[in-house]
């Protein structure tokens, strides 16, 4: 590490993603400027759902890695004391029958703490439910950040142990041969060895300044947002129609997916009917009143899964954008920094390299 002691990282975007990075390099001993546009929080993060999970849909390979970014949140929550993180687990029944025991079955093999419960036990973990099927898998592992405080304790932490943050648009990278040499803010050059782009929807604008080309789509996802009020849920809730929660402000949140619904034509519309539909879903929520919604724009890489890693056509330059950045984003700060700093790229990043997209 000893050459490493000053080198000078700038890390441009405050979500989860570039929070964490910027915590774990701060921590390694790197000098870091973390750049955002949005102050603490970015854009995709604070409209999130905020999920910790391992869950249906994934390859082994791509659970291997969200398995370990569940255990690397215990490390992180060990490391700062405060961060809003609670393993509540997680009820499940929004695949069909056949779907639903297939995943259970395969995740099951794979070592993830999957039950299978009645509707009498799902009453139990979650009374105020109003309708139950009768069967649900549960995951007592599975958890929620609160992102923007999450953020923010990190965020801290890393100023407290030098890091600088500061406000402003980047306007583009700064070039010299064939290497980024920093950024240019508000006419301003900010120089340093390495430069980590992890700003989500925003990132393939500032990668497109150094003629690297970033595949992403960004999908909206409406999510409603009650009042805060008294406690009705235990954990996550993932039902036919809706995904809910409720935050630790007492706040009741749903989508029509964990990653926020089609907002349609009528956004606000489409907000109302869900709250309605939210508000049906439980007992004791006749007094619940709808606050706002949000529409989030979810940086998804095209296949789907994480671009992280260095670029390859430019020297100086580090990408990490993905979807599930809050399940992802400890073992990512992990993984990034140790590959910045040392040079040794965890395995668990093998397939999410930007390469794999150069045809």
């Known amino acids: 590490m000893e050459n490493n002691v000053t080198k000078q990282v700038i890390v441009i975007g405050a979500g989860i993603i570039g929070a964490s990075i910027a915590w774990h390099l701060t921590k390694a001993g790197a000098r870091v400027t973390v750049v955002s546009e949005s102050g603490a929080g970015g854009v995709a993060t604070p409209n999130s759902f905020a999920w910790i999970n391992a869950s249906w849909g994934n390859p082994e390979t791509y659970f291997r890695l969200r398995i370990r970014a569940m255990a690397e949140w215990k490390r992180l929550a060990n490391e700062l004391p405060g961060l809003p993180l609670a393993w509540c687990g997680g009820l499940c029944w929004d695949l069909p029958a056949d779907r639903l025991e297939a995943y259970a079955a395969e995740h099951s093999s794979w070592g993830y703490g999957i039950e299978r419960v009645g509707r009498e036990?799902?009453?139990?973990?979650?009374?105020?439910?109003?309708?139950?099927?009768?069967?649900?898998?549960?995951?007592?592992?599975?958890?929620?950040?609160?992102?923007?405080?999450?953020?923010?304790?990190?965020?801290?932490?890393?100023?407290?142990?030098?890091?600088?943050?500061?406000?402003?648009?980047v306007e583009t990278l700064a070039l010299s041969s064939g290497k980024v040499t920093g950024i240019v803010v508000a006419g301003e050059t900010i120089a340093a060895d390495e430069v980590?782009?992890?700003?989500?929807?925003?990132?393939?604008?500032?990668?497109?300044?150094?003629?690297?080309?970033?595949?992403?789509?960004t999908p909206p996802g409406l999510i409603v947002h009650s009042r805060p009020y008294k406690k009705l849920l235990n954990g996550l809730v993932l039902a036919e129609k809706l995904h809910v929660r409720q935050t630790a402000e007492g706040r009741v949140i749903a989508g029509s997916d964990f990653g926020g619904g089609d907002p349609g034509e009528k956004p606000e519309a489409t907000a109302r009917e869900q709250f309605a539909a939210m508000k049906a879903m439980l007992h004791g929520a006749d007094g619940l009143e709808f606050d706002f919604h949000t529409v989030g724009y979810r940086p998804t890489p095209v296949d789907g899964f994480p671009i992280v890693g260095r670029a390859d056509s430019v020297g100086g330059l580090y990408i990490a954008v993905t979807h599930s950045g809050i399940t992802l984003a400890p073992a990512i700060g992990l993984f990034a920094a140790n590959e910045i700093l040392d040079g040794e790229r965890d395995p668990l990043l093998g397939p999410y390299a930007l390469s794999r997209f150069a045809q």
């Open 196 to 217: 980590v782009i992890a700003a989500g929807a925003g990132a393939p604008a500032i990668a497109e300044t150094a003629g690297v080309n970033l595949p992403i789509e």
């Open 121 to 169: 036990q799902a009453a139990r973990i979650e009374p105020n439910l109003a309708e139950l099927p009768d069967s649900t898998l549960y995951v007592a592992e599975e958890g929620v950040a609160e992102p923007v405080a999450a953020i923010k304790a990190l965020l801290a932490d890393a100023e407290r142990r030098g890091a600088r943050i500061v406000t402003g648009n």
